[in-house]
């Protein structure tokens, strides 16, 4: 899995003049899904998720986590995290998973995230949407499964 993490002070995704999912402070995670990836891979990037020290603290310094400033997670699923862009000018997604796998996953992430006790929202899987968001930092991180210790 893929997740690239944006710091937001609010964010919100849309489809089609609704609002599908909308947070404060906390994390937007666009999550890719990879053909590799399992349930176990979901729960170990859940749990790095939330452990980042990436918010700051009264001294201005980044060492709170998610859970320590109770933190929201807006997760929107984004097969374009595993585009391959090595050939041509059209970037190909043979690295990602297909929807029937990818999408259980999205979901799983997400369940992993609410029980270690977080308000998730969600996008729509597969759906055309608008994500906004205010960056604070701005603050983005870059998460890649395959750097992750393994269960």
Known sequence: MRALLQRVSEASVVEAGV????????????????REDTEAVAQVLAEKVVGLRCFEDADG???????QIGAQLLVVSQFTLY??????????????????????????????????GFVVQTGRFGADMQ?????????TLWLDSADLKRV
Do not use: C, M
Not at 61 to 67: D, H, I, R, V
């Open 19 to 34: 609002t599908l999912g909308q947070i404060g402070r906390g994390w937007l995670v666009l999550l890719g899904v990879g």
């Open 61 to 67: 310094k980044t060492n709170l986590s998610a859970e």
């Open 83 to 116: 585009a391959d862009t090595s050939r041509g000018r059209r970037p190909g997604f043979t690295y990602a998973a297909p929807p029937e796998q990818a999408s259980p996953l999205v979901d799983a992430f997400a369940e992993h995230l609410r029980a270690l």
């Open 131 to 139: 994500v906004h968001l205010v960056n604070d930092g701005p603050f």
